[in-house]
């Protein structure tokens, strides 16, 4: 990693803070570049403050056993990395790794503390992010529980396309690898192989290596729905 600039007003934390911090924000925050595959803090190291992503992608991860990994979210630029830390002993419970080159800026949990007693809006949108953040991880533990796997699989797909956006050749903008599909939908790289390949037989999407397009959403978001 590297540090890089930014210009205060992209990042969650320059978004919601009252104007006048900015200039503390500035002095006291550091923007780091991350490198595609790069990790941005790992499972187990120190909690030492929080991550506002400014630039790119990332995913959240779990490692499950010695072998597989859970993804638990992905994020985009202007979301929140290693919240999960705060509060939650002096180790990190998960991991971060960039799926893009990425740009996050970080503040010491000492600062994160003197900003949310100064800036009460920040506070409050970080209370709604929270919350927001349980309800779809109480959603994700129903889904995985209840629906079937394709079922799950095309959520994916339908969730990454939403979340990503499609670039001008309407691939999913993010490259995203069959192996993270099946650690975030809960299930096998094999599975999800066999489920794209019924899907692009089908003609709801196509797939050049780790770019996949989306065809037919519709089609999808119906398979995808919960019964």
Known sequence: MKTE?????????????????????????????????ELIFKEGEKVMGIFFLYEGAAKVHKQWSDEKELILRFTS???????RGIGAGEAYPVSATALTDSKACFITNEFLETTLNTNHS???KLMQFYAEELQKAELRMRNLAAMEVKNRIAETLVELH????????????????R????????TTYE???KCMK?????????????RIRLHDKN?????????
């Open 77 to 83: 630029a202007g979301e929140i990395l290693g919240h």
């Open 162 to 177: 939403d979340r990503f956006g499609a670039d001008r050749e309407g691939y999913i903008s993010v490259a995203i690898s």
């Open 219 to 227: 089609k999808l978001k119906k398979i995808s729905r919960y019964n």
């Open 179 to 186: 192996q993270d599909i099946a650690a975030y939908s809960g």
């Open 5 to 37: 600039s930014c210009n205060l007003s992209d990042c969650f934390l320059c978004r919601f803070c009252i104007p006048e911090w900015k200039e503390v924000i500035a002095v006291k925050k550091k923007t780091l570049a991350f490198k595609k595959g």
């Open 122 to 124: 920040f506070l409050y």
């Open 191 to 193: 599975t999800v192989f």
């Open 198 to 210: 019924q899907f692009t037989h089908q003609k709801m999407i196509s797939a050049t290596g780790k």
